[in-house]
């Protein structure tokens, strides 16, 4: 007889048999065993029986309460984070359930969610009654600084009145389809839709406030109904599950308050860019700005901002929309599970990001003038390339592992890899404890970026450098206040840049930036010799310090060899 054959437990005396232990899956609880093992169904862990019911009743009570925002990958997520190593074998056995059981899967999921269709549905009839309820032909504006636009008044007023009226038409129409299950290129023509309807108003120059704010308001509720609040479309049917925590990583990039510093950041930078686009649009008089005076109305008004066909205010706002939203995406693993959305997220982030701040250094050397709430949003936008640059690392790791294994890296992109690991993140707090626990909290968010002080001191001789020429009294037009607006914004930017320890090696950029700095006063004549001696120096202290990587908290897997 097997000593692990489940029904060699019956043989061990009627006096026990009674008395044994019955084991269950509690996706099949027609699956019974005597011992403890897996469901040969689904590869699940068998719990004990009278567990089994506990947790069947306890799933009927709170259903109210979990109804539609459920999404099966974060619970099993957070179910894995929660117990630890004893379900580590559980979360495994996802990537071996058949597709008959990822079926019941997706359609238990979407009766969870029907609502979301169906809001879907009314806000279609919300987009078609809005032109008629906000009529776009009266109280209309005129963009601001007479700006000349691609389209007349006639037309902009049209173009609102028909994209809403045909956005409309075409969220009831999908979000009807949608509310059959396993149907996700309707879920993400929705998603699509609802970032037309946010673009629309920058697009075609809105007339009114009311456009502007109902497009930017209703596209965002749009798309989290479409793949933030259910999940992305269908992906019960091909996730893998498996261990949140990327191949000798030390922290998890992906846990949640690694993301949450992420999403607060985009929603403060959100705020801003919409402020400065209201303005654009003509929907607010001015702009407030408590250092510079006339400057950001210089900046906004000026002929570099009018050279864009849009305003470009708003277009910022709509790159923090979706940097915001993309914040919420997937669970714990989507460094893994999503590395085409994390790509996304990281190209809005760094890249444009990048392109956003080098339009902000450049305002004094082609506009002649400060804009605060512009300066504002590039320093909100800095320290989220240092966060998110760690996560994008994790992610091209995984696809790099995958490729050795022989997966293809066109189907892990989209689709995402197998775990090479069942480890979990059990070092992140919860979310759950940040009122409890604020500072635990975020600690555990900026994890990756440290702060020596042979990076944090550049950083202030940055904006020493910066200051400098209004404090020698300088005009913000001349070459020398030119070399110091942007030799010290360059030096901060990589400064701040190298607090992500994955790409430490950036500082060496200093070295060159600060050995310029040093050299070039000295070539430009009638110049006061203090203003040249303290951009010099400082030049000096910058290239000296960029040589030392400083101290290294976290370890980042094959990264590591990297990191100098």
């Given at each position: 007889m097997k000593k692990n054959d489940?029904?060699?437990?019956?043989?061990?005396?009627?006096?026990?048999?009674?008395?044994?232990?019955?084991?269950?899956?509690?996706?099949?609880?027609?699956?019974?065993?005597?011992?403890p093992g897996k469901c040969p169904k689904c590869g699940m862990i068998l719990v004990k029986k009278e567990d089994a019911k506990?947790?069947?009743?306890?799933?009927?009570?709170?259903?109210?309460?979990?109804?539609?925002?459920?999404?099966?990958?974060?619970?099993?997520?957070?179910?894995?984070?929660?117990?630890?190593?004893?379900?580590?074998?559980?979360?495994?056995?996802?990537?071996?359930?058949?597709?008959?059981?990822?079926?019941?899967?997706?359609?238990?999921?979407?009766?969870?969610?029907?609502?979301?269709?169906?809001?879907?549905?009314?806000?279609?009839?919300?987009?078609?009654?809005?032109?008629?309820?906000?009529?776009?032909?009266?109280?209309?504006?005129?963009?601001?600084?007479?700006?000349?636009?691609?389209?007349?008044?006639?037309d902009r007023i049209a173009a609102m009145r028909w994209s809403d009226f045909i956005s409309g038409i075409l969220l009831i129409f999908f979000g009807?389809?949608?509310l059959k299950p396993?149907?996700?290129?309707?879920?993400?023509?929705?998603?699509?839709?609802?970032?037309?309807?946010?673009?629309?108003?920058?697009?075609?120059?809105?007339?009114?406030?009311?456009?502007?704010?109902?497009?930017?308001?209703?596209?965002?509720?749009?798309?989290?109904?479409?793949?933030?609040?259910?999940?992305?479309?269908?992906?019960?049917?091909?996730?893998?599950?498996?261990?949140?925590?990327?191949?000798?990583?030390?922290?998890?990039?992906?846990?949640?308050?690694?993301?949450?510093?992420?999403?607060?950041?985009?929603?403060?930078?959100?705020l801003a860019s919409r402020y400065l686009g209201a303005f654009q649009l003509g929907y607010i008089d001015t702009s407030w700005d408590p250092f510079f005076g006339e400057g950001t109305l210089n900046v906004l008004n000026s002929n570099m901002s009018h050279s864009w066909p849009i305003s470009d205010a708003a277009l910022g706002t709509m790159a923090y929309t979706l940097e915001f939203l993309m914040g919420f995406m997937g669970g714990t693993s989507r460094w893994r599970t999503m590395p085409w959305m994390v790509t996304f997220f990281?190209?809005?982030?760094?890249?444009?990001?990048?392109?956003?701040?080098?339009?902000?250094?450049?305002?004094?050397?082609?506009?002649?003038?400060?804009?605060?709430?512009?300066?504002?949003s590039a320093i909100i936008m800095l320290p989220m390339i240092p966060l998110q640059i760690d996560e994008v690392i994790a992610m091209w790791q995984h696809m790099l592992q995958r490729k050795q294994k022989g997966d293809s890296l066109?189907?892990?992109?989209?689709?995402?890899?197998?775990?090479?690991?069942?480890?979990?993140?059990?070092?992140?707090?919860?979310?759950?404890?940040?009122?409890?626990?604020?500072?635990?909290?975020?600690?555990?968010?900026?994890?990756?970026?440290?702060?020596?002080?042979?990076?944090t001191i550049p950083t202030v001789l940055g904006i020493w450098l910066m200051a400098s020429p209004t404090v020698f009294g300088i005009g913000i037009e001349t070459p020398f206040s030119d070399i110091n607006h942007l030799g010290g914004a360059l030096v901060i930017v990589i400064a701040v840049m190298a607090m992500a320890e994955v790409i430490r090696s950036l500082r060496y950029f200093n070295v060159l930036i600060g050995l310029i700095l040093a050299v070039m006063p000295w070539l430009i004549e009638d110049v006061n010799i203090v203003f040249v001696l303290s951009t010099s120096i400082s030049g000096l202290f910058v290239m000296a310090l960029s040589f030392s990587k400083g101290k290294i908290s976290e370890t980042y897997g094959l990264w590591d060899k990297y990191v100098v």
């Open positions: 489940p029904s060699s437990m019956s043989h061990h005396g009627e006096d026990q048999s009674s008395k044994s232990i019955q084991f269950t899956c509690s996706m099949h609880p027609e699956v019974l065993s005597n011992q506990k947790e069947m009743s306890g799933h009927k009570m709170v259903g109210m309460g979990t109804r539609g925002i459920t999404r099966p990958m974060m619970d099993m997520e957070s179910h894995d984070h929660k117990n630890g190593d004893d379900h580590k074998d559980m979360s495994m056995s996802a990537m071996k359930m058949s597709a008959e059981d990822r079926m019941k899967m997706l359609n238990d999921h979407h009766k969870q969610t029907l609502w979301v269709y169906w809001t879907v549905v009314l806000l279609g009839l919300w987009m078609i009654a809005s032109p008629l309820t906000f009529d776009y032909g009266k109280n209309v504006v005129e963009p601001s600084g007479g700006r000349d636009v691609w389209l007349s008044l006639a009807w389809r949608s396993n149907r996700p290129f309707s879920v993400w023509i929705i998603c699509f839709i609802g970032i037309w309807i946010s673009m629309a108003p920058f697009l075609f120059w809105a007339p009114t406030a009311v456009a502007y704010y109902n497009g930017t308001m209703v596209g965002v509720l749009v798309i989290a109904l479409s793949i933030l609040i259910p999940g992305m479309p269908n992906m019960i049917s091909f996730m893998k599950m498996g261990g949140n925590m990327p191949t000798g990583w030390s922290y998890n990039p992906s846990s949640w308050p690694q993301r949450s510093i992420m999403i607060g950041l985009a929603f403060i930078g959100w990281g190209i809005l982030v760094i890249p444009l990001g990048l392109v956003s701040i080098f339009l902000v250094i450049s305002q004094p050397l082609t506009v002649g003038a400060w804009c605060f709430l512009c300066l504002f066109w189907k892990v992109f989209w689709k995402g890899g197998e775990a090479l690991s069942t480890e979990n993140d059990k070092r992140s707090p919860e979310m759950a404890e940040l009122i409890d626990k604020p500072l635990t909290v975020l600690k555990s968010s900026i994890w990756g970026m440290s702060f020596p002080w042979m990076l």
